[in-house]
């Protein structure tokens, strides 16, 4: 019998009765995976002779890259945005719920919040691998407070912030460490901030536009900076226009840097978002669409009151509103939930459903090269999928982490 020792002593497993996404098409063929990566089964035959020391018969699933959320608030009791004295805990619990869901990686996202709550809470979660403890942490995603009165939505104005001496020091005095943070949403109208979307850019942080008056040149010039993403499209904005379509004209325009991207999140619940609108954002520029679940700590639990940050929100249905309004406040979607919606209202192909929740959310933190993708070398975070795509399994570097009925 031939021997993998050659290169490593590691076992390899084998998934077998599969179609895999690979190259934006559903291939089938067996994925092999060794120390937490995906290996080309032709330097494994023909390198080292090597075999499978196990296989996992998926039984004709979907193989798809684990699911990457860029903007979630929290779930299941849990809000990020609360500045208790075991953050990690609430984040490590909902790391290991989403698991379900087919998410293996995520952005912690905090809401507009008093300094004080940033500087307690961000200390408290470092980037870190996931694994059978839960979904690995790309980073925090800070949604605010450098954003517009007018387009709050449910952030608290009373905590919205300027950018009084100009850029960096004002993100320091609220949020004390930028250490461990992989998205700021801010507005790109605010007097100062193409300082702030320059030097963010410049530190390796997404820096995306949202809550945000800002007109169509506005927008162009914050992209032109450094900008790629736009938090929750449509929502908590400026409507489009056909004289000045504002951040929505971002998906069309054509001052866009050569070879930039930008990317724009979209919560398919069903309810933020029109299936109208969705089609249209889809068909202007699928390439950048992000699936986002924007879950708060009512996502998992049944209809009533819950928190926000510092704010009360009421569950009534699947809709999340600020209590005694109709603004509507997140949403508790699950992932796959939003994959589902996005491929029915669309009339999107498998492929694009599944990519919207892993590789473009993988291009736009500038992981794609070890996350969002089945190639060989890439990190073997996997979901499986049944053709209706619910989840069956998922794991993270080629380890089983969750399986439905156990």
Known sequence: MPSNKSVSDAPITQFINCRILRDNELQREDLWVREGRILDPEKLFFDEQGYADKRVDCEGSIIAPGFIDVQINGGYGIDFSQASEDVSDGVSFVAKKILEHGVTSFCPTLVTSPPEVYHKVL???????????????????????????EKKGAHPEKYLRT???????????????????????????????????????QRGITVSLGHSAADLSQAEEAVQHGATFITHLFNAMLPFHHRDPGIVGLLTSDRIPAGRTVYYGMIADGIHTNPAALRIAHRAHPSGLVLVTDAITAMG??????????????????????????????????????????????????????????????????????????????????????????????????????????
């Open 163 to 201: 950018f009084k001496s100009g850029g960096l020091e004002d993100l320091m005095e609220v949020y004390g460490s930028l250490d461990d943070v992989a998205i700021v949403t801010l507005a790109p109208e605010l007097p100062g901030s193409q300082s702030v979307v320059r030097e963010l850019s």
């Open 123 to 149: 200390p408290q979660v470092k980037v870190h691998d996931g694994g059978p403890h839960g979904a690995g942490v790309l980073g925090f995603h800070l949604e605010g407070p450098f954003i517009s009165a």
């Open 301 to 406: 639990l049944p209809p009533g009151r819950h928190t926000l940050g510092q704010q009360v929100i009421e569950i009534q249905g699947l809709h999340a509103y600020v209590a005694g309004t109709k603004t509507l406040s997140g949403s508790i979607a699950t992932m796959d939930m939003c994959v589902r919606h996005f491929k029915q209202a669309s009339g999107c192909s498998v492929q694009e459903a599944l990519e919207a929740a892993s590789l473009h959310p993988a291009q736009l933190l500038g992981i794609s090269h070890k996350k969002g993708k089945l190639d060989y070398g890439s990190d073997a975070d996997l979901v499986l999928l049944d053709e209706g795509l619910n989840v069956k399994a998922t794991y993270i570097s080629g380890e089983e982490v969750w399986r439905k009925g156990q």
